[in-house]
């Protein structure tokens, strides 16, 4: 029925208007974080520091009392004051970097705004509180929420649906890449109807914890539970699958049956690890694993008790499973292609000192068939594999093989169109505001290729890089008269035996690599720091391990836009070591 009897087609687009301006301008009112939200929540104030106490551009963590704790910077002569522990994992940023006006975590590179709180830079979901600072005399004094002081963090403001919205985001994948973009689209004021379609039955998690706590139980790494993504209106279609993305006329299926006509749509459907069937006989034996999914992990868990485990694959995921699975199995054994672990992107100096740490914390638990190519998974009677069989003839012993042998784009759903360009790996080139040459459609995370500052057409598979191109697709998809390109650097980290190695950077290919191996590195502790360095002598990335804030600070010169040349090494690392 018309909101406006007779000739009132005009008058009712105009209401309708209105309404939708009404809501913007509301939502705008309260989209800084919700500061304010938290019931009987008591105010405090203290001095927590002197004027002089800091340098410029310096920052100090300081108390009000042993509970209530910030962050305080100073910085052109004036304060601010934000959380003191990362959203992320909690690490303390006052041992993070620095550099016009944010903080960098020094753990695994989350950046957060030190006016605002805003999240800048990923992984983590919250942002930080801020409170106000004023100075009296010599004392500088905080005021704020207690009950924030001791969080550390806070949630922003987002909207949620209006009927009068008819616009369709739909958002294939429902990962940190996806379920960040739709958090991000209702931040930025979007009213209309978000669809995510996951073929997961689970809300996004934290996915790199799988290779690191092999028994985790998904419902306690969610990173939002489910009310939140259905408190702003955000459809979640879980355990459904795309079948065909036909991106000419902005239309998709699914394995529901549902169809839908998008306005907009964003791919985010990440990678699948590569299967080998096609190059190793034997291959599909019930006791050959991939490591995708949570229930993946579990299953590995479980199976890998007290059994001989065999770990194709000598990177990343391969690496922490190894480091995973030690403890509660027989002995597990790594085979790689490389000559050392991790060859390719460390090279083999750093991957030859990680090898040997390996093998000196799982007391030779773990053991390595380098430089090998496998051929065959041979199977029982009972149709499991029991043993892996070498190109040159070497048979391992196998009660359960995990595979980690890199992954590939999770795009077979998108038809053929001259209006998107697919690469021979399946991904799916972009520019820098994540969007396609086709109409409406963006992608984001490990199947999205872009420009790197560099000038390569690059495609990052880290965990934090899918989110900030999940919340750059999203600006872009709004339709705000803000927009966001992807410059961001890539940071991210790998774990074993409860220590951490961080890599900042993007380096697929490099000339040579400056080692800076600290006195007291030890092949159980090992503590470095290397630079890899291109043909003219720039640092395109680092690797450290027991040596922050380097890898942060690192990460912050290449974000600012400046080199760090050869030449140049020796002083930065005498600066942040």
């Given amino acids: 029925a018309p909101l406006v009897k007779g000739d009132g087609h005009v008058m009712n687009l105009l209401l309708l208007g209105l309404l939708g301006l009404l809501a913007y301008f509301v939502w705008k009112m309260y989209q800084k974080n919700d500061q304010t939200a938290i019931k009987n929540d008591q105010i405090i104030e203290g001095v927590v520091a002197h004027v002089d106490d800091l340098k410029d551009k310096e920052m100090k963590e300081c108390a009000i009392d042993d509970e209530h704790k910030v962050l305080l910077i100073k910085d052109s002569g004036k304060f601010c004051a934000v959380g003191h522990k990362c959203t992320h994992y909690g690490a303390p940023l006052v041992k993070g970097a620095y550099s016009n006006g944010r903080v960098r975590c020094p753990w695994h590179g989350a950046c957060f705004s030190t006016s605002s709180g805003d999240i800048e830079d990923y992984p983590g979901v919250e942002n930080l509180p801020t409170f106000d600072v004023r100075v009296e005399g010599n004392d500088v004094i905080v005021r704020g929420s207690a009950e924030l002081m001791k969080q550390s963090k806070v949630t922003k403001h987002a909207c949620g649906a209006i009927s009068t919205d008819a616009r369709l985001f739909v958002i294939i994948g429902g990962g940190v890449a996806g379920s960040t973009a739709a958090t991000v689209l209702r931040e930025q004021g979007f009213t209309g109807r978000i669809v995510i379609i996951n073929k997961e039955n689970h809300v996004a998690y934290d996915r790199p914890k799988l290779s690191k706590n092999i028994d985790v139980s998904v419902d306690q790494i969610y990173l939002r539970p489910e009310s939140y993504y259905l408190d702003l209106d955000i459809e979640l279609l879980n355990g459904t699958e795309v079948t ?71 990177s990343f995921i391969g690496m922490e499973t190894a480091s995973a699975l030690y403890r509660r ?141 999940g919340k750059i697709a999203a600006i872009n998809m709004s339709g705000s008269t803000d927009t966001e390109e992807c410059t961001n650097i890539p940071f991210f980290w790998t774990q074993a035996y409860g220590k951490s190695i961080r890599y900042a950077g993007h380096a697929l290919e490099f000339e040579h690599v400056i080692i800076d191996l600290d006195p007291e590195s030890t092949p159980d502790d090992p503590k470095f720091v290397a630079f890899y360095m291109s043909k003219d002598g720039i640092a395109l990335a680092v690797c450290t391990m027991g040596k922050d804030p380097i890898c942060a600070e690192f990460a912050e010169l290449l974000q600012q836009g400046a080199q760090l040349r050869e030449a140049d090494v020796a002083d930065f690392l005498n600066a942040h070591n």
């Fill in 244 to 314: 065909v993305l036909d991106v000419d006329n902005k239309l998709i299926e699914t394995t529901s049956g549902e169809e839908f006509a998008y306005d907009k749509c964003l791919i985010a459907t990440g990678a699948d690890p590569f299967k080998l069937d096609r190059f190793v006989k034997g291959f599909n034996a019930p006791n050959v694993h991939l490591l995708r999914t949570a229930e993946d992990a579990n299953i590995i868990g479980k199976e890998a008790r007290g059994k001989n485990v065999v770990v194709i694959g000598s």
């Fill in 329 to 469: 199995s027989n002995n597990v054994t790594v085979i790689g292609m490389e000559k050392v672990p991790f060859e390719r992107v460390l090279g083999p100096e750093i991957g030859a000192m990680l090898q040997q740490f390996h093998e000196t914390k799982s007391e030779g638990k773990v053991q390595f068939y380098m430089d090998s190519v496998v051929t065959e998974f041979v199977h029982n009677d009972d149709g499991l594999a029991q043993s892996v069989l070498l190109k040159d003839g070497t048979e391992i012993p196998a009660d359960i093989i995990v595979v980690g042998a890199g992954v590939r784009p999770a795009t077979s759903f998108i038809q053929e169109s001259d209006n998107i360009t697919l690469h021979r790996d399946g991904s799916v080139e972009v520019d820098r505001f994540m969007k396609t040459s086709a109409d409406g459609l963006y992608a984001a995370g490990d199947l999205a290729r872009f420009q790197y500052y560099t000038g390569e057409l690059v495609r990052i598979e880290h965990w934090g890089f899918a989110q900030i191109q």
